[in-house]
RNA sequence: GGGGUGGUAGUUAAGUUGGUUAUAACGCCGGCCUGUCACGCCGGAGGCCGCGGGUUCAAGUCCCGUCCACCCCGCCA
């Protein structure tokens, strides 16, 4: 060993120009590839930096080329050596590709095993051994840029915000239980036998009660806890950046978001986004894409046949007659152009995608030149007149296709808006190159639970319900709007927030519509209720989900390339084994049986 | 909890209507090679075909069950 460790490296893999000829350097890094000629070895040496070609030259250093030849993919080295400049021999493919270092010394700090999978991008490599080798699959370059640009956007995020006034203030993650939204982690207590912390699922209440104080603005870059099942887009923990302001409007929180999300876009990807982004009332969004986060970077939208059909008095087609009947029912189509020319093999996996989502079918009907319905058990009932309707409010032209859901709203909605993404992602209708950013707004204040019959509060129990509506709050709790927003891009949900209530009065009302006595209510939220009866501030906020913010920002696919450990859709960390069990003396400290639940 | 896709060498995949010794590429090991840059050439090793049952003269292939991963529904105020 020559004690490069020691002297410490000079630059790294990415430095190196032909300004640089003649000097004496000193590199770390792991080798990326050898190429042994015999004669010369040539390694390709990187760092989280770049890369840079190391020569071993016999004629330069006989013992460094001796130890050379021992090399292999991911050892971890030390070299010395001067650059020398490849002239008319480049490699166009490096930023260091006009030298090369002709070493004069080596240090192996550590060999490696061959590793499970090569350490390149494009390596299509099966998920699980990804996460089992996570800190080889790290290594990757991709992986690295993509936490560089998390890193990057934090950054940002926290210059933005404090020149904004917005302070950083930490909130506990160990919390009371609070009942309602998202399934919480417990954890037991040692010193209270059969009490139990939750971990936090936001720091909503924390944030607003910071707003109490007289923080006036505040925001945290913070980890969530949620003990849900994951999704492309979703992990048991993840990280939000969370905002709250006092003496705001929902037009205020759009200007700070909107600055917030152009700047990080502009600072990382060199992108102009417009402000102010667009708004789409939430109903709007039912209607025309069946969610609350449409990807409108493509059109194919669907068209609310329900009433038409309750003109034509179901029109001749019984299920559509029966399905109009209950007011809690729906009945949409969507137009497949003739130009997607589906065959009926693939129509028939549309149906079968539909069953997986608990509808019972596919309905459909193809156009012919005369408009005329074909290949559909609707067209034999359907009357000429609501089938010239339908065809003109879907604007479905000769050889298009029509498919139709109908039954329970939420299911119709569910089904049909999964049913437009695949399909636009199918045919290729989908402009990938557009950032298409939309606030979705006044969602209503309840929905109505058809398992309990009751009303629930559909963001959570302290959003400000839209004035004019207030109304209704004893007689049709569905009609009241409320300032809820979230923002949307290329159909992810990448903030939601909402203007606060901080009227007790008003409070009361929503807590008696949500069928909570005054009792429960102060037993649940006592302390916030408290609270807002010293001067609370008109109050609001938003937070972002900085995870999907930069699943965006890189282009990538899953969640799981922006976040450093992630689990499986199970919650499984397959790198750590965990969650693992525990033993019987630390279930016995923390006053805790474990029930297993037997196996058929 | 439900639907779908996948699981074959270290890795990525191929494997026909069930039929001899399960292929290939990369990686790995050995040898050769002084200008490669995903070096090249020659040779070699490497397999519980996820696991368990069944059908069959015969199963990677067919059937049933089960586990794991991914995508989706439910769930995510």
């Known amino acids: 060993m020559s004690n490069l460790l020691e002297r410490g490296r000079s630059h790294t893999c990415n430095d190196l120009t032909g300004a640089d000829e003649g000097k004496k350097v000193v590199l770390f890094g792991w080798v990326d590839s050898r190429r042994d000629h015999g004669g010369c070895v040539f390694v390709d040496l990187r760092d989280r930096f770049g890369k840079t070609q190391v020569v071993f030259d016999p004629q330069v250093e006989q013992k460094a080329h001796g130890l050379a030849g021992d090399l292999r993919n991911e050892y971890c080295i030390g070299i010395e050596g001067v650059v020398k ?52 699959d790290l290594r990757r370059p991709q992986l690295q840029k993509n936490f560089i640009m998390r890193h990057k956007a934090a950054q940002i995020v926290r210059r933005h915000l404090d020149s904004h006034g917005f302070l950083e203030i930490e909130t506990p993650f160990l919390v009371k239980y609070t009942p309602g939204g998202a399934r919480n982690f417990l954890v037991p207590h040692r010193v209270y036998p059969g009490k139990f912390y939750a971990l936090a699922e936001s720091p909503q209440l924390f944030k607003q009660l910071f707003m109490v104080a007289g923080f006036d603005r505040y ?24 905002i709250e302001m006092s003496f705001p409007t929902q037009d205020r929180i759009f200007e700070i978001v909107e600055g917030l999300v152009t700047t990080v876009w502009k ?9 102010p982004f667009a708004r789409m009332e939430f109903d709007e969004s039912m209607r025309r894409f069946g969610n609350d986060k449409p990807d409108v970077r493509f059109g194919m939208e669907h068209t609310d046949l329900t009433e038409l059909v309750k003109q034509h008095d179901g029109g001749g087609v019984p299920l559509f007659a029966d399905t109009v009947k209950n007011p809690a029912n729906l009945i949409k189509a969507l137009v497949v152009p003739a130009s997607a020319n589906l065959s009926r093999t693939e129509a028939d996996k549309l149906e079968e995608l539909c069953k997986g989502m608990g509808s019972k079918g596919l309905a459909r009907a193809k156009l012919d030149e005369a408009g005329n319905w074909t290949q559909s058990p609707l067209a034999k009932t359907i009357s000429e007149g609501m089938r010239s309707a339908i065809n003109q409010a879907t604007g479905a032209k000769p050889g298009d296709l029509l498919l139709f859901q109908f ?7 569910t089904v049909m808006a999964n049913l437009r993404l695949h399909l636009g992602k199918k045919l290729g209708l989908i402009r990938d190159k557009e950032w298409a950013f939309l606030w979705v707004v006044n969602p209503p204040l309840f929905e109505y639970d ?37 923002l949307v891009l290329n159909g992810f949900e990448i903030a939601g927030g909402s203007v606060r209530l901080h009227d007790p009065i008003v409070q009361g ?11 429960e209510a102060q037993q649940k939220f006592g302390f916030l209720l408290q609270a807002l009866k010293y001067g609370a501030p008109p109050h609001g906020g938003i937070a972002l989900g900085f995870d999907r913010l930069n699943m965006l920002l890189t282009g990538t696919d899953s969640l799981r390339d922006v976040v450093a450990y992630p689990k499986t859709q199970k919650g499984v960390d397959l790198m750590t084994d965990a969650p693992n069990e525990v033993s019987a003396k630390q279930l016995e400290e923390l006053h805790v049986r474990a029930i297993i639940p037997a196996k058929a």
């Open 219 to 242: 925001f945290q870059i913070v980890r969530c806890f949620r003990d849900e099942d994951g999704r492309l887009d979703r992990q048991p923990e993840f990280t939000q950046i969370d």
């Open 407 to 413: 039954g329970r709203a939420s299911l119709v909605h």
């Open 267 to 275: 600072e990382c990807l060199g992108v102009e986004i417009k402000k």
């Open 450 to 486: 058809e398992d309990t019959k009751t009303w629930a509060a559909a963001h959570h129990a302290f959003t400000k319900p839209v004035d004019a509506d207030l109304q209704h709050i004893e007689t049709d709790p569905g009609k009241v709007k409320c300032f809820r927003y979230d």
């Open 509 to 519: 009302k929503v807590f008696k519509a949500l069928g909570i006595s005054a009792e």
């Open 85 to 136: 400049s490849r002239g008319g021999n480049k490699n166009p493919k490096l930023h260091t590709g006009e030298i090369e270092v002709h070493a004069t010394a080596l240090d192996i700090f550590n060999k490696s095993e061959p590793p499970p999978f090569l350490i390149q991008d494009d390596i299509d490599t099966n998920e699980e051994k990804r996460l089992e080798f996570r800190y080889l």
